[in-house]
């Protein structure tokens, strides 16, 4: 399985950050050789073993508890609020979803033979009021990539299974 960073696709709802002052913007996709919808997508993504091991943490520090039945109430479009996220935006092909705290938004899309996950970082000012991600975050960044194309590839085994 080939998991790539690619450009953000145009028209995608994560495209519009990248053109926001020192935003931090990725899109990692893997080719799908089924049909896959975005309710599949969005219960393979937050089901598989990974990301059930984040919402166990998100439970723990965030006091954030999330369940199965949260994440598919979330894919039927029935809530807009997940764990320590609130849904921004939904298509049929793709949800944005940002952290309460509104640093961080995770966006998934579902459709052409593709599956997709991105992120976005927001930045803070920094002394002197500049927008900076700050040197956490970039000392951060590897693992996140590293992070964000196992989740990925998580959830299109976990598709392929099914």
Not at 22 to 46: G, K, M, N, Q, W
Not at 56 to 78: E, M, N, P, W
Request: charged share 20%; aromatic share 8%; proline share 3%.
């Amino acid at each position: 399985m080939m998991i790539t960073q690619t450009a953000l696709p145009q028209g995608s709802l994560i495209a519009p950050y990248a053109h926001l002052e020192a935003h931090y913007t990725d899109c990692f996709e893997v080719s799908c050789d089924r049909s896959v919808t975005l309710p599949r997508f969005i219960t393979a993504f937050y089901t598989q073993r990974l990301f059930r091991a984040e919402r166990f943490v998100l439970g723990l520090v965030a006091g954030a508890r999330s369940t199965d039945a949260d994440v598919t109430a979330l894919a039927q479009g029935l809530t807009t609020q997940f764990a320590v996220w609130e849904v921004s935006e939904r298509r049929n092909d793709q949800v944005l979803l940002v952290q309460k705290g509104g640093r961080t938004c995770s966006w998934l899309q579902a459709g052409d033979g593709m599956l997709r996950f991105g992120s976005v970082v927001v930045p803070a000012r920094g002394r002197g009021g500049k927008l900076t991600l700050g040197p956490v975050f970039h000392s951060l960044l590897g693992a996140h990539k590293h992070y964000s194309r196992a989740l990925l590839a998580g959830a299109a085994r976990k598709l392929a299974s099914v």
